[in-house]
């Protein structure tokens, strides 16, 4: 993230949309002194100001973030400072800014660390209602034992026992235990529940012989 860059696309934004320092500096509260730092990228405008700044120049934030060069794959090490050196609002707002984006997924080992529950959630439900159950694994680490239980319910609503098969390492017991409830409520076939066999303990395997009545001593 180059600030520079930013405060000229500010800059040139501002002129395409016929309007001074002055104009933008009314509307959103602040001197034309500050806004004229933006553009010469002395600072960045605080992130919570980005959603009006977007209205006013007629931009998205994605936009102002990167200048207007939109397709830049990845972020650099100068974005992963500014993230960490931001109040929890403002990774918030940011959040919602990186989560819009389609390859959102390369920046999550960097920003996980630095956020809180909250935040956390937020990414989580996003990769949820997307569906990109992919991301799961190497997510788990930041996922509370709450959080776990939320995606591994919609996991098993969803028949997903692919995934669900690739993180057990990072399930507990009782995540176990939902699972065994819901393999003797609504049995998959025989071979995905041999593949869930070895992670389960001896009174989680015999409670499912007793649930689905099998007796096969390979379960």
């Known amino acids: 993230m180059d600030i520079t860059n930013i405060g000229e696309f500010l800059r040139k934004m501002r002129k395409a949309r016929g309007l001074t320092q002055g104009d933008v500096a009314e509307a959103l509260g602040v001197s034309a002194q500050a806004v004229s730092k933006w553009e010469r990228g002395e600072n960045l405008p605080d992130v919570a100001f980005f959603p009006d700044i977007s209205r006013i120049l007629q931009v998205g934030a994605e936009d102002i973030l990167h200048a207007?060069?939109?397709?830049?794959?990845?972020?650099?090490?100068?974005?992963?400072?500014?993230?960490?050196?931001?109040?929890?609002?403002?990774?918030?707002?940011?959040?919602?800014?990186?989560?819009?984006?389609?390859?959102?997924?390369?920046?999550?080992?960097?920003?996980?660390?630095?956020?809180n529950a909250a935040h956390r959630a937020t990414i989580i439900g996003h990769i949820l209602h997307r569906q990109d159950y992919a991301l799961l694994e190497q997510l788990t680490v930041y996922m509370s034992n709450d959080m776990k239980a939320l995606a591994l319910d919609k996991l098993l609503d969803e028949g997903r026992y692919d995934i669900i098969e690739d993180n057990m390492p990072a399930f507990t017991r009782k995540h176990r235990d939902l699972i065994v409830n819901h393999i003797g409520d609504c049995p998959p076939d025989l071979e995905i529940i041999e593949n869930f066999i070895p992670f389960f303990d001896n009174n989680q395997r015999e409670r499912?012989?007793?649930?689905?009545?099998?007796e096969e001593e390979g379960l």
């Open 68 to 115: 207007g060069r939109i397709a830049q794959p990845a972020y650099t090490e100068n974005d992963l400072d500014l993230f960490v050196r931001l109040s929890s609002q403002q990774k918030s707002e940011l959040i919602q800014a990186i989560l819009a984006r389609e390859d959102y997924h390369l920046v999550l080992d960097d920003i996980l660390p630095y956020s």
């Open 208 to 214: 499912l012989r007793d649930s689905l009545k099998i």
